[in-house]
């Protein structure tokens, strides 16, 4: 008797299609929507991600300068910031749903929002 | 020895089916150490060697025979382990029971239809399905678990294809 019988392909196949279908539904691209900027706690903007947007928050070091969100299609980062270990700006891109950038001294967050949110951590 | 036994002590005369069950699940649980000893980069990712043997009695024994190899080789092989009622334990024991719960199932198909291959890999993927629920629903309560799906089921069909490979080809070579 072979060692590969024809029910033994049809199995193979459908664990192929198993192990694609869940690597394509858990690590697609959970595609953000929008760009959420946040001073103090409090939303103070909500952009969506499919044009380009530039906004300038005056943050808690306004004296200093403005904060700048910088939103292009997919994608959002923080351009400038006042604060003095630039931190939020290193950063560069935010591509995932869930990510953040925090400019501290400035009291101001840019957090990607969309449906599959991750969370930051996990810890077990 | 010389037996003393009086008219009211039994003495249990194992039958030639358990030493042959027996002489199956030292097989596995010898193979379980062995695979306890290799490295694994992530819990849950390990050859499952023990399966041949339980593939190999399924075949040549039936179904409850590969419980009862199966059951043995859980427990033995935990204790021997130092892993008895440790979270590895119970993780172990689900995807044990899933698996032989599909092998069962299966029982019903044709043996010339569906041979030691394909029976493994549909092992292997209820062996680890049965272990991430009782993870997602125990250990870690989150989903960014399932994120580790595709790997552990890229395993479970390797592993399950080279185990059903190897029981086939044991089984072919020692034909009884």
Redesign the interface.
Known sequence: ????????????AA??A??VA??AS??GQAAPAHAQVRLDGRVVAELPLTGRHRVSIDGALSSRGPTVIEVEPGRARVAADPGPRQYCVLQGWLTRAGSVAVCAPSHVTLQLTGAGS??DT?A? | MASTAGPASHEVQPSARDRRLAHYAAAAIAAALVEAAIPSPLPGVKPGLANVVILIVLARHGWRDAVWVSVLRVIAGSLLAGQFLAPGFFLAASGALCSLLVLGALQA?SW????????S??AA?AHIGGQLLLARAW??P?D?L??L??VF??A??LF??VN??VA??LM?RNPQ
């Not at chain 1, 072979?2 to 392909?9: A, E, F, I, L, S």
């Not at chain 2, 010339?112 to 029976?119: A, C, D, F, S």
Request: aromatic residues 12%.
């Open positions: 008797m072979t060692v590969v019988r024809p029910g033994d392909w049809l199995v193979i664990g192929l198993a192990t869940t690597a858990q690590w991750m969370p996990v077990f | 198909v010339r239809w569906l041979g030691p291959v394909g029976r890999v549909a993927f250990l870690v989150h960014g399932f994120n799906a595709p089921f890229a479970a069909l399950g294809v059903g490979v086939a080809r072919e």
